[in-house]
């Protein structure tokens, strides 16, 4: 054989290569192949478990938001209609002062139409007096002129006594 190559060591050697080929994989190739494999479905449990954590969290933030959305509008409609019962009632209240004033006004005309009748009353008896007592002072001079007596009597007595 040229080159001294036996055949029959290369067919052992090839033999060889394989059996260590095959030892190796069974020995070391599928266990750490395994390992590889359980690792990495481990991280892909993990992002998926992260990932539905996100969506979770996310939905809660989206239900949290809806909810205070819905409790700034109740709150909204809960300020108009404070501010709608705060508005009736000064309207009420302004409704009433006004009655009020409208009330004491009349009783203030009443009074006043009252205090003129006495008013005019207490005149018309004085006047009743005056004529009385002027009647009686004219009574009592005989002699003199009634008209004239009567105007001194209303004008104090002085202005046509030295006539």
Same mark, same amino acid.
């Given at each position: *054989?040229?080159?001294?190559?036996?055949?029959?060591?290369?067919?052992?050697?090839? *033999?060889?290569?394989?059996?260590?080929?095959?030892?190796?994989?069974?020995?070391?190739?599928?266990?750490?192949?395994?390992? *590889?494999?359980?690792?990495?479905?481990?991280?892909?449990?993990?992002?998926?478990?992260?990932?539905?954590?996100?969506?979770?969290?996310?939905?809660?933030?989206?239900?949290?938001?809806?909810?205070?959305?819905?409790?700034?509008?109740?709150?909204?409609?809960?300020? *108009?209609?404070?501010?709608?019962?705060?508005?009736?009632?000064?309207?009420?209240?302004?409704?009433?002062?006004?009655?009020?004033?409208?009330?004491?006004?009349?009783?203030?005309?009443?009074?006043?139409?009252?205090?003129?009748?006495?008013?005019?009353?207490?005149?018309?008896?004085?006047?009743?007096?005056?004529?009385?007592?002027?009647?009686?002072?004219?009574?009592?001079?005989?002699?003199?002129?009634?008209?004239?007596?009567?105007?001194?009597?209303?004008?104090?007595?002085?202005?046509?006594?030295?006539?």
């Amino acid at each position: *054989m040229p080159l001294n190559i036996n055949l029959q060591q290369i067919l052992l050697h090839w *033999m060889n290569l394989a059996i260590l080929t095959g030892g190796l994989y069974f020995l070391l190739f599928k266990p750490v192949k395994q390992f *590889m494999d359980k690792r990495a479905a481990y991280y892909q449990e993990l992002e998926e478990q992260a990932a539905d954590k996100l969506a979770q969290a996310e939905r809660l933030k989206a239900e949290a938001q809806a909810k205070l959305d819905a409790a700034d509008d109740e709150i909204h409609d809960e300020r *108009m209609r404070a501010q709608q019962a705060a508005s009736d009632a000064a309207q009420e209240q302004l409704a009433q002062a006004e009655e009020q004033a409208r009330h004491i006004v009349a009783k203030a005309q009443a009074e006043a139409e009252q205090s003129k009748e006495r008013a005019l009353r207490e005149s018309q008896r004085e006047m009743r007096e005056l004529a009385a007592r002027a009647a009686k002072k004219l009574a009592a001079k005989p002699g003199a002129d009634f008209f004239d007596q009567f105007l001194d009597l209303t004008e104090g007595g002085g202005a046509h006594e030295g006539r």
